[in-house]
């Protein structure tokens, strides 16, 4: 059917053109992108840097009005993103449509496909959380609050896990899934480039090649420079800490357990330092290495905690925690505290520091996680890939969360602990647990493979952090010479780490990517109408018999 036809519809746009250099610093680059958002993050470091107090106030202001203000917004967008994707994998006209073309068939086993979503996005945070949001959540949390439990009883346990579970399960991984839907599912079937903008022209059609489009990709780098800087602020605090376990000296914390200053310049140094590098030498043998690697470990570590740890408890807590987890969804998602009296301004507080964060930090990280999860799901089904997506890292998260922080809770129940783990900071609670089960020789082997662990988690989450950026940067150009810019890239996340760490430590990293993830919140719900409508017009052509991929576009025009 022909798409001036009055009476039909007309195919899908499979062309997008943007403009790049073809010459020059920024050969390959576009440098209406490039430019503004190396502005923008270079503006950030420097306001940083040489105007703390300015930038400390601000961000104080910005944590008791702007996030507050738009805490409903992340409450509900991210509820609806989930609400969406359960829709599209649930009905079967839009769950066996296919990100690729018709009958393709996937790059990966499954078996490759699930070891890669593992990795993606989770790794740092596990190594963080996996102990101290249980045990943050065991001494406070909405139940504690209202006075329905007492707090770090064992009452506490199973809601600490319930808001555990909320926060590291289906949220997360629904926006992710949607984010890489929204662009996998234009790229492969109607040859769109490999970027943000791409997934808003179901949306906006041609105009995103021009100037609405450019500000989508600024966005989104942006964004992802400010969620990855939260991992890694994350991701230094415990590094230094392990290296303090295993006997580098106390000079590299402070009396308060913070890392000192020379500390935070040594881990950047050796961690960004390493990542650059990766990421300079591509995807290669090295960088398959290092993953194998980090799984190897984490797989150690989880069977570690199996034998030494509470292993019963936590499969106990496990299945307790999903059924709550699954009973209390969706009035969970939906919340939203209000401060009205003393014990809601609490609530509301709690909400602030826990859901709020986490809601954001999951949409600033959502352009890096959402397009490698595109790019390793080309040909699977809309079906297949959100469920894969969506359940099986939640699912990964859940045990590990259980065995580690389930071990933590029951040390500290049992009176093992006797305050040592509950009482440590949140980077040392991981390797306070150790030395609780472990003996100390064993104990110091073990925080120094956790080292060794985030060392690695960081450099491959890093290094495609970049990879990621250069490729927005580039117009959706994986292949393209970009190296230069990996350097620029690899100073900038040190500089915006570094300084937010110094400037308030991983508190002004946080405030600082919630509000730099509000602008792409906003790209989030676009992307999210963006892919319903695409999906529901190629539902309408197959209908009608016109064609909804790149391929059958240029046969019709034969």
């Known amino acids: 059917m022909s798409s001036d036809d009055p009476k039909g519809i007309a195919p899908p746009l499979v062309e997008l053109p943007i403009s790049t250099a073809d010459r020059g610093f920024y050969h390959g680059f576009s440098r209406q992108v490039t430019i503004p958002a190396k502005i923008i993050v270079t503006l950030i470091i420097l306001w940083a840097i040489f ?88 001494s406070e949390n909405p139940d504690i609050i209202r006075g329905a439990v007492q707090a770090q009883s064992w009452d506490a346990v199973r809601p600490a896990f319930v808001y555990t579970f909320l926060h590291w399960g289906f949220a997360a991984w629904g926006t992710y899934a949607l984010v890489g839907l929204a662009i996998g599912y234009v790229a492969y079937r109607r040859d769109l480039p490999l970027t943000i903008r791409s997934a808003l022209v179901p949306l906006f059609g041609k105009t995103m090649s021009g100037f609405g489009g450019h500000v989508v990709d600024v966005v989104a780098v942006v964004a992802t420079i400010l969620g990855v800087a939260v991992t890694m602020g994350l991701g230094v605090e415990q590094f230094v800490v392990g290296l303090s376990r295993v006997g580098l000296g106390d000079w590299l914390l402070n009396p308060d357990g913070s890392s000192s200053l020379p500390a935070i310049a040594l881990a950047l140094a050796i961690l960004v330092g390493a990542s650059t590098l990766s990421a300079l030498s591509g995807v290669g043998k090295g960088i398959k290495w290092l993953s194998n690697l980090n799984l190897g470990l984490s797989f150690l570590l989880l069977l570690l905690f199996a034998i030494m740890g509470a292993g019963l408890f936590a499969l106990k807590l496990l299945g307790q925690g999903i059924a709550d987890y699954i009973g209390h969804f969706i009035p969970l998602s939906l919340t939203l505290f209000s401060d009205e009296s003393p014990v809601g301004e609490q609530l509301v507080a709690w909400q602030l520091d826990w859901s709020v964060f986490y809601w954001a930090w999951w949409i600033a990280f959502s352009p890096f996680v959402g397009m490698f999860i595109a790019r390793i799901s080309r040909g699977r089904t809309i079906r297949e890939y959100i469920f894969g997506v969506v359940l099986v890292p939640s699912l990964v998260c859940f045990i590990w969360m259980t065995l580690l922080g389930g071990t933590a809770i029951a040390l500290e129940l049992n009176g093992s602990a006797g305050g040592t783990i509950v009482n440590a900071t949140m980077a040392d609670q991981l390797y306070a647990t150790l030395a609780v089960i472990l003996d100390p020789g064993t104990a110091f082997a073990v925080s120094g493979m956790i080292v060794v662990l985030l060392m690695t988690y960081l450099v491959t989450s890093t290094d495609s952090a970049i990879l990621i950026v250069n490729t927005i940067n580039g117009a959706g150009d994986t292949e393209g010479e970009h190296r230069k810019h990996i350097l620029f890239w690899g100073a900038a996340l040190a500089a915006v780490v570094g300084s937010m760490l110094v400037l308030g430590g991983i508190e002004a990293i946080r405030i600082t990517m919630i509000i730099g993830a509000l602008p792409f919140s906003f790209v989030v719900a676009l992307m999210a109408i963006s892919i319903v409508k695409a999906i529901c017009y190629d539902l309408i052509r197959k209908h009608q018999g016109v064609p909804t991929t790149a391929v059958g576009v240029a046969a019709d025009k034969k």
């Open 51 to 138: 105007f703390p107090v300015s930038a400390n106030e601000t961000l104080s202001a910005a944590n008791s009005t702007i996030i507050s203000s738009f805490a409903g917004w992340y409450v509900y967008l991210v509820a609806a993103l989930i609400a969406i994707c359960a829709i599209l994998a649930i009905f079967p006209q839009t769950g066996s449509l296919r990100i690729g073309y018709a009958g393709e068939k996937p790059e990966f086993s499954r078996l490759s496909w699930f070891a890669m979503l593992f990795g993606a996005g989770i790794g740092i945070g596990l190594l963080t959380y996996s102990t101290g949001e249980p045990l943050s959540h065991f």
